[in-house]
């Protein structure tokens, strides 16, 4: 019966382990899903902050617009921090090298990075279509 018992344990031990992990890998594709799915689109962000400034330059109230270019610009810019950053401090964590809790913590807040990342990214292209369409 203890040796049993014994076994059950280690059994379970072993699945909690595997759960956290997984856990751990389903964050980690869903911050890659994100940044799959924006990155794309830093193409279109530097082509409408082109658009954006050549207006700029062609209005009489250039204010806004070079606002709007500074924003597109600071997306990108934000994109590429978190590529650096990723590429800087994810080893660890991905290498198993680093306990649950700091691998949990550190992709927990990479995805509200990237999260952040997104919105600034599709606000900024937003913003510009906007301001193109007038």
């Excluded at 700029?56 to 950053?85: C, F, H, T, V, Y």
């Excluded at 990723?86 to 927990?108: D, L, Q, R």
């Excluded at 509200?112 to 906007?130: D, F, Y």
Aim: aromatic content about 6%; charged content about 35%.
């Amino acid at each position: 019966m203890k040796r049993a018992l014994s076994l059950l344990v280690i059994i379970l031990f072993v699945f909690a382990c595997a759960k956290k992990e997984d856990k751990f890998e389903t964050l980690k594709t869903e911050v890659f899903a994100i940044h799959d799915e924006v990155m794309p689109k830093l193409g279109e962000l530097m082509s409408l902050k082109k658009k954006v400034l050549d207006k700029a330059n062609a209005s009489e109230n250039p204010d806004e617009l070079r606002d709007i270019a500074l924003s597109l610009e600071k997306a990108q810019e934000g994109m590429m921090k978190w590529m650096n950053d990723w590429g800087a401090n994810s080893t660890p964590h991905v290498n198993n090298e680093s306990t649950e809790e700091e691998k949990m913590a550190f992709i927990n807040a990479e995805m509200e990075r990237v999260k952040k990342v997104k919105e600034e990214i599709n606000s900024s292209i937003a913003a510009a279509k906007e301001a193109l369409k007038n």
